[in-house]
């Protein structure tokens, strides 16, 4: 089955900066790949996805890039604010399935 | 509406117990999903409910049933629990229901605790 790898997993970037997760994927009939978030007390909730006829897509402050030759996608947050601070997952899943395997998570903490 | 609703949000069980969590969405989704999430990991997959239908059951112990009434609702009924299930229990929906090409929608979950 598939697996996804999910790197770092905890990150603390200052107001302002940048934060990049990366995570990888082994199967390579895997073409959907969403990001989640998770705040404290919460269920996730979808930021942005793509799917493997893209190589990038973008956000206002919300980018992801894939690799379908290397097997991995990044999240891109620039200019981070406070409210950012949460655990995001990477997840990776085939059409015609229902299911989507999830990264270990990245807690993004942003300080003020 | 796009609401994915969880009650109750905190539940304290026995071991002999039995309980049950319940879920609804109104978006007229036709896959729904119970997913089990203990503390600092991702959520791991219990069932999916396509058009009504048991579609995937993760090889969960049979003190866990899920039930779907109607396209709307989804429970999961809980009997001779173990402490070890104590985790926080999140239902979601999608779109589709027969293959999975979009968005999952979760509630804000049930968390669980078994004394």
């Known amino acids: 089955g598939e697996n996804v790898e999910q790197h770092p997993s905890t990150l603390s970037v200052q107001e302002g900066d940048s934060a990049v997760i990366k995570c990888t994927y082994s199967d390579s009939a895997s073409n959907y790949f969403p990001w989640y978030k998770q705040e404290l007390g919460k269920g996730p909730q979808l930021i942005i996805d793509?799917?493997?006829?893209?190589g990038e897509k973008k956000d206002q402050r919300i980018a992801v890039t894939l690799n379908k030759t290397a097997k991995h996608f990044s999240l891109h947050i620039t200019e981070t604010q406070p409210e950012d601070s949460a655990v995001y997952f990477c997840a990776a899943s085939i059409s015609a399935g229902n299911m989507l395997t999830f990264g270990g998570g990245t807690r993004l903490m942003v300080k003020p | 509406d796009t609401e994915v609703t969880q009650t109750p949000k905190h539940l304290v069980m026995g071991m002999t117990n039995k309980k049950s969590l319940k879920c609804e969405q109104h978006?007229?989704?036709?896959?729904m999903y119970w997913y089990k999430q203990k503390a600092k990991k991702p959520p791991e997959l219990m069932f999916v409910y396509s058009y009504e239908k048991l579609s995937i059951n993760e090889s969960v112990p049979s003190r866990f049933s899920p039930e779907c009434p109607n396209s709307s609702l989804l429970n999961l009924h809980l009997h001779a629990l173990q402490p070890e299930d104590s985790a926080l229990y999140l239902c979601?929906?999608?779109?589709?229901?027969?293959?999975?090409?979009?968005?999952?929608?979760f509630g804000e979950g049930s968390r669980l605790t078994v004394l």
């Open positions: 979601a929906s999608s779109q589709e229901g027969g293959g999975f090409t979009g968005e999952l929608f």
């Open positions: 793509i799917r493997s006829n893209v």
């Open positions: 978006m007229g989704h036709r896959a």
